[in-house]
Nanobody, 127 residues
Framework: VQLQASGGGLVQAGGSLRLSCAAS????????MGWFRQAPGKAREFVAA??????????SYADSVKGRFTISRDNAKNTVYLQMNSLKDEDTAVYYC???????????????????WGQGTLVTVSS
């Protein structure tokens, strides 16, 4: 599956962005999906993930983004989203979406579990 992330940009602190991850090649409904990020000089870290189910799917968030970010998916559009609100300087990073061929109902936070990765989209938050 090929993943294409988009929606990044420059935003002021306190603002919002919505990232999209569009898939081609295979249907996303077969995959758990995750968002990760990597800031300059830092390791890639988990941001959010969602199970394979399209409705009522389970989600998981890093503590640093809980209550501010929302992951969702539209399997009909083969797209996963990350709505980011109340952005902070420390959210500045390249954001990656990834696909995990995991069984239904399971969420994994380890990036090594994810088989397919998008190219990344840069989010810059200015104060």
């Amino acid at each position: 599956v090929q993943l294409q992330a988009s929606g990044g940009g420059l935003v002021q602190a306190g603002g919002s962005l919505r990232l999209s991850c569009a898939a081609s090649g295979r249907t996303l409904s077969n995959y758990g999906m995750g968002w990760f990020r990597q800031a300059p000089g830092k390791a890639r870290e988990f941001v959010a993930a969602i199970t394979r189910r399209s409705s009522g799917g389970g989600t998981s968030y890093a503590d640093s983004v809980k209550g501010r970010f929302t992951i969702s998916r539209d399997n009909a559009k083969n797209t996963v989203y990350l709505q980011m609100n109340s952005l902070k300087d420390e959210d500045t990073a390249v954001y990656y979406c990834a696909a995990d061929r995991v069984r239904v109902g399971v969420i994994r936070r380890d990036p090594n579990a994810y088989e397919y990765w998008g190219q990344g989209t840069l989010v810059t938050v200015s104060s």
